[in-house]
């Protein structure tokens, strides 16, 4: 599989400090009612979006002495507002942290602060927000190339990643199967604030 993406752009994201590209920042929540991954947190931890497990954040201690870390213990979430369909982690790190799906298996996983490193072929767009009628909250949705080769289209959560019982790896649906059990479900919106969760996402 082959996806071209904006490196341009992205480059010229990369360089800048992220507030300024932001829309909005946003919490995500996993719905699948009846299974053990409705209604929880979807977080960052080790370069990758799980459920369950917790939050992995780092706050420097020359920030922290000037009180530049939030010191929050959830992960969130960011839109670029310039450039389409992309998906920003919530981080306070100059440059930022950027979603991307890896190509070769579908897992979504971020880069790491200070760095843009990601695989050549690391899917970045096709991310948008929408609002259900009369609902308070949005649905984030991935409209990639898996389509229902799955049985789901979208995002997808998976047992068999590494990281132990309870734990959910994310994944979108690229059409191959990831390891372990695979649960479709819909990731809604939060808590949508002003601010990113943590200076940076480990
Ligand atoms: C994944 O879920 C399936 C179905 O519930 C279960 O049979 C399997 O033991 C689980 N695997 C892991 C590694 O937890």
Redesign the pocket.
């Known amino acids: 599989m082959k996806t071209t993406i904006a490196s341009a752009a992205l480059a010229g994201f990369i360089a800048s400090a992220q507030a300024q590209f932001v829309d909005r920042y946003f919490d995500l929540m996993s719905v699948l009612p009846g299974s053990p991954i409705d209604s929880q947190n979807i977080e960052a931890a080790g370069q990758h979006l799980w459920i369950g497990g917790g939050s992995a954040h780092y706050c420097p201690s020359s920030v922290d002495a000037s009180n530049g870390c939030p010191h929050t213990t959830f992960t969130n979430f960011a839109s670029n507002k310039y450039t389409y369909g992309e998906l920003l982690m919530g981080a306070n790190v100059p440059g930022g942290q950027t979603v991307y799906i890896d190509a070769t298996c579908g897992a979504l996983r971020y880069t790491q602060a200070h760095s843009a490193v990601m695989p050549n072929d690391a899917i970045l767009v096709k991310w948008t927000l929408t609002q259900p009628a009369g609902a308070s909250y949005q649905t984030l949705n991935w409209a990639g190339q898996g389509g229902s080769a799955l049985g789901h289209e979208g995002l997808l959560a998976c ?2 990643t590494e990281g132990g ?1 309870g734990r959910y790896g994310i994944y979108a649906n690229i059409g191959i199967t990831p390891p ?2 695979c649960l479709g479900f819909e990731a809604v919106t939060t808590r949508i604030s002003g601010s990113p969760a943590a200076w940076q996402y480990i």
Do not use: A, I, P, W
Request: no cysteine; hydrophobic share 0%; charged share 20%.
């Open positions: 047992n068999g019982e372990g059990h």
